[in-house]
């Protein structure tokens, strides 16, 4: 039986508000109740998963550091992986300083934290040993500024303030080396920077204010691209590893009355892919991605609505994979994929994937397992355990097998003679009844490996982000590279825009 989405979720003593992996199954969250006046502590707590055969996910707490109650709580982090294998993992986290320290003008905003191996062997950060906290904004002109953003990635970390700031100049980026925090670049910011992503390499920065995208190479100046037409404000971006590269963003609509996702062309900012999601997501909250393969990544948007919806993103398409409703009782801070060069293999035998009779396959043998962690400000943390094969997310009826293509031929076949012998009859058009288009909702349904109920889909195990009606076969039913190539870069460019790109409303 092909594997299904699992999850788990465990409760802690604070609002979280930041989270990022370790490896394939140790992640940090971060967060806590702010200086002393709420009565809840501040903390950053390390998390393992383990997997057994009887409960495939089980978050597991395995140690914690405890902040001063004087200080603020946890806003960003990010976990830097050493150069030398010898040297361990270090928390680099954005925690402000007590409010009397604020008062002077300065502000130890940048915290490292060492993850050392205990006596035990275990993973622990509970000893301030090693630890170490700077301000490397250039000034602190107010004590509502916070460190908002951080990335790290290939041993350099960009970091951008935010909150209350007395004037605009005083917003800023700054791109340092992760292990010995040099200032490699400062970039002024005409407005509050709402995100920024690195490249896998460390070398290529994207960010973005509500209203702007910029992009720049690290040792050269900032260059701003087009920002797709419409109205709202940009919420996230991610860089993406395709050759040629892209960037994903998402942008909230005004009045939260939606979310759009647009694929960019990181040297023009010209819109290859555009998804709206359902108005009902209203807004989007968090972004993040992990590379599958060369030619796929998998894309998580969290929504005002507590739901998350994942996506398959190819280099000239962004498709829909499965959306989870109710995911935490409050809004979602955060969300983080475990670390895509740790993916961890798992065989068509494991628990993971519940009990088969098949014989393995070189396709089975490809599984993967991703994790994608979530987090709340009600102090909930869920983790996705997702299963993906071939650069896509699978499921228990995932993958066009013979049967599901089949039952597709037999449909468009039984619809083409409908409408031949209609034409014989003298009746010039087909109509397609509402009991036909819920038939085909259905067929389309059990392609994507979603359950359904009378309507074709449930929105619990992936529902459609839009009405089958407009769409065409090809929308529905995304095959792997073998079956229909990804075009080359030469092709996506002289194709006419209209081709791939929604009308913005």
């Known amino acids: 039986m092909a594997p299904s989405v699992s999850s788990s979720k465990l409760t802690l003593t604070y609002p979280i508000f930041a989270a990022d992996f370790l490896d394939a199954t140790r992640f940090i969250v971060g967060g806590g109740g702010g200086e002393g006046r709420s009565g809840v502590g501040n903390k950053i707590v390390t998390l393992l998963t383990l997997l057994d055969a009887s409960n495939p996910a089980e978050i597991t707490q395995i140690s914690e550091h405890t902040l001063s109650r004087d200080e603020d709580s946890c806003m960003s982090l990010g976990i830097a992986q050493p150069a030398n294998p010898s040297s361990p993992p270090v928390i680099l986290a954005g925690v402000n300083s007590s409010e009397a320290i604020l008062e002077s003008g300065h502000n130890e905003h940048f915290r490292t934290i060492p993850i050392v191996k205990a006596s035990s062997g275990s993973l622990d950060i509970s000893s301030a040993v090693g630890a170490t906290r700077r301000q490397i904004f250039t000034s602190i002109t107010s004590k509502e500024m916070y460190q908002r953003v951080l990335r790290t990635k290939a041993g350099t970390v960009a970091i951008a303030n935010g909150g209350g700031i007395a004037t605009s100049k005083d917003y800023e980026i700054i791109v340092a080396a992760s292990d010995t925090l040099q200032v490699l670049k400062k970039i002024p910011l005409p407005s509050?920077?709402?995100?920024?992503?690195?490249?896998?390499?460390?070398?290529?920065?994207?960010?973005?204010?509500?209203?702007?995208?910029?992009?720049?190479?690290?040792?050269?100046?900032?260059?701003?691209?087009?920002?797709?037409?419409?109205?709202?404000?940009?919420?996230?971006?991610?860089?993406?590893?395709?050759?040629p590269p892209r960037i994903l963003i998402t942008r909230n609509r005004p009045g939260r009355s939606g979310i759009d996702m647009y694929l960019l062309d990181p040297d023009t900012g010209s819109?290859?892919?555009?998804?709206?999601?359902?108005?009902?997501?209203?807004?989007?909250?968090?972004?993040?991605?992990?590379?599958?393969?060369?030619?796929?990544?998998?894309?998580?948007?969290?929504?005002?609505?507590?739901?998350?919806?994942?996506?398959?993103?190819?280099?000239?398409?962004?498709?829909?994979?499965?959306?989870?409703?109710?995911?935490?009782?409050?809004?979602?801070?955060?969300?983080?994929?475990?670390?895509?060069?740790?993916?961890?293999?798992?065989?068509?035998?494991?628990?993971?994937?519940?009990?088969?009779?098949?014989?393995?396959?070189?396709?089975?043998?490809?599984?993967?397992?991703?994790?994608?962690?979530?987090?709340?400000?009600?102090?909930?943390?869920?983790?996705?355990?997702?299963?993906?094969?071939?650069?896509?997310?699978?499921?228990?009826?995932?993958?066009?097998?013979?049967?599901?293509?089949?039952?597709?031929?037999?449909?468009?076949?039984?619809?083409?003679?409908?409408?031949?012998?209609?034409?014989?009859?003298?009746?010039?058009?087909?109509?397609?009844?509402?009991?036909?288009?819920?038939?085909?909702?259905?067929?389309?349904?059990?392609?994507?490996?979603?359950?359904?109920?009378?309507?074709?889909?449930?929105?619990?195990?992936?529902?459609?982000?839009?009405?089958?009606?407009?769409?065409?076969?090809?929308?529905?039913?995304?095959?792997?590279?073998?079956?229909?190539?990804?075009?080359?870069?030469?092709?996506?460019?002289?194709r006419p825009m209209g081709d791939s790109v929604e009308d913005v409303d």
């Not at 490249?199 to 691209?225: Q, S, W």
């Open 192 to 243: 509050e920077a709402a995100d920024l992503d690195l490249d896998d390499d460390g070398e290529n920065l994207v960010y973005c204010t509500a209203k702007e995208i910029f992009t720049m190479h690290r040792k050269e100046n900032p260059r701003k691209i087009t920002t797709p037409p419409g109205e709202g404000n940009i919420r996230s971006a991610r860089w993406l590893p395709f050759s």
């Open 271 to 494: 819109v290859i892919s555009k998804h709206p999601l359902p108005k009902t997501a209203k807004a989007a909250t968090s972004l993040d991605t992990t590379s599958l393969n060369a030619t796929a990544t998998l894309a998580a948007v969290s929504a005002a609505d507590q739901s998350i919806y994942l996506f398959h993103i190819i280099p000239n398409k962004i498709l829909p994979a499965k959306h989870f409703t109710d995911v935490h009782p409050h809004q979602i801070t955060k969300l983080a994929f475990s670390r895509a060069a740790a993916l961890q293999p798992v065989s068509s035998d494991s628990s993971v994937y519940g009990d088969t009779d098949e014989k393995d396959t070189p396709e089975e043998e490809e599984r993967h397992i991703v994790r994608l962690a979530s987090t709340s400000i009600g102090n909930t943390i869920v983790v996705h355990t997702i299963p993906v094969s071939g650069g896509r997310v699978m499921s228990k009826s995932a993958g066009l097998t013979q049967t599901s293509v089949s039952l597709v031929a037999v449909v468009f076949f039984a619809i083409l003679l409908q409408y031949v012998f209609l034409t014989r009859a003298g009746f010039s058009g087909l109509s397609v009844s509402p009991a036909m288009k819920e038939a085909w909702g259905d067929v389309v349904a059990r392609l994507r490996g979603e359950s359904g109920g009378d309507s074709g889909v449930t929105a619990e195990h992936g529902a459609p982000f839009e009405d089958l009606e407009g769409r065409s076969l090809e929308d529905d039913l995304w095959v792997e590279k073998e079956r229909r190539p990804v075009e080359s870069a030469e092709d996506w460019h002289r």
